[in-house]
């Protein structure tokens, strides 16, 4: 499975926005880019995804290098709420739907 | 959008039990669902895809004889935990797809933790 690397963890202040960024050097041309969030105790959450375009959807936005090779999410506004680790995940065509989680990024949004 | 619902929410049991959990799609029909443990501070890790109607297919290194999945429809998935140890103590998250050709989002249940004693 293709591999992504993100930060261990980010800070934000409040309202600010933020960006989150992921490596996946190895993308081959099939992979969709996934972004999932985990809060505390919770199951993860769907965010966004894309394959080649930038993507925007009512909570965040995807810029996705043009060499596929690295994307950003972007989260406009931070919100106290947004605080949870998210995950960058490549999810190949080919094999069932499988999210194959790395370790994320723990997202903390300070008041 | 879609829910998936766990039950139960928390489990305590003692070693050497057996401890079921459910994963229902409670407003759409799941043609695969999958199943993830996490244990604390760590990331999830994908243990089985479950299709309707057919075998789990496990990932390498979980053993398929204590973790028993069984897909009987397509709005229910059961886990299995046999002869629990304290090893197994962690959280179980399952997942759920709504179409084999939709490259979109899964939905995830809220987790059920179990504590084996």
């Known amino acids: 499975d293709a591999k992504t690397t993100q930060p261990n963890s980010m800070e934000s202040n409040e309202e600010e926005p933020v960006h989150l960024p992921c490596n996946h050097s190895t993308i081959s041309g099939t992979d969709y880019i996934h972004w999932y969030r985990q809060l505390p105790s919770q199951g993860p959450e769907y965010v966004i995804h894309g394959l080649t375009s930038n993507v925007n959807n009512r909570m965040a936005s995807l810029a996705i290098a043009e060499d596929r090779k690295s994307s950003t999410l972007i989260l406009h506004r931070a919100t106290l709420r947004d605080a949870a680790v998210y995950y960058c995940?490549?999810?190949?065509?080919?094999?069932?739907?499988?999210?194959?989680f790395g370790q994320g990024t723990e997202l903390s949004v300070k008041p | 959008g879609a829910v998936v619902s766990q039950h139960p929410s928390w489990v305590i049991c003692k070693s050497g039990t057996s401890v079921k959990i459910e994963c229902r799609s409670l407003?759409?029909?799941?043609?695969?669902m999958f199943w993830y443990r996490q244990f604390p501070k760590q990331s999830l890790m994908l243990m089985a895809t479950?299709?309707?109607?057919?075998?789990?297919?496990?990932e390498q290194g979980v053993e398929k004889d204590k973790f028993l999945i069984n897909h009987a429809s397509l709005t229910l998935s059961t886990l299995t935990v046999t002869s629990a140890h304290p090893e197994d103590s962690s959280f179980y998250i399952c997942?759920?797809?709504?179409?084999?050709?939709?490259?979109?989002?899964?939905?995830f249940g809220p987790g059920t933790r179990l504590t084996v004693l």
């Open positions: 407003d759409f029909q799941a043609t695969t």
């Open positions: 997942s759920a797809r709504d179409s084999p050709y939709s490259y979109n989002e899964q939905f």
């Open positions: 995940i490549l999810r190949p065509q080919n094999q069932g739907g499988k999210l194959i």
């Open positions: 479950s299709n309707e109607g057919s075998k789990a297919t496990y």
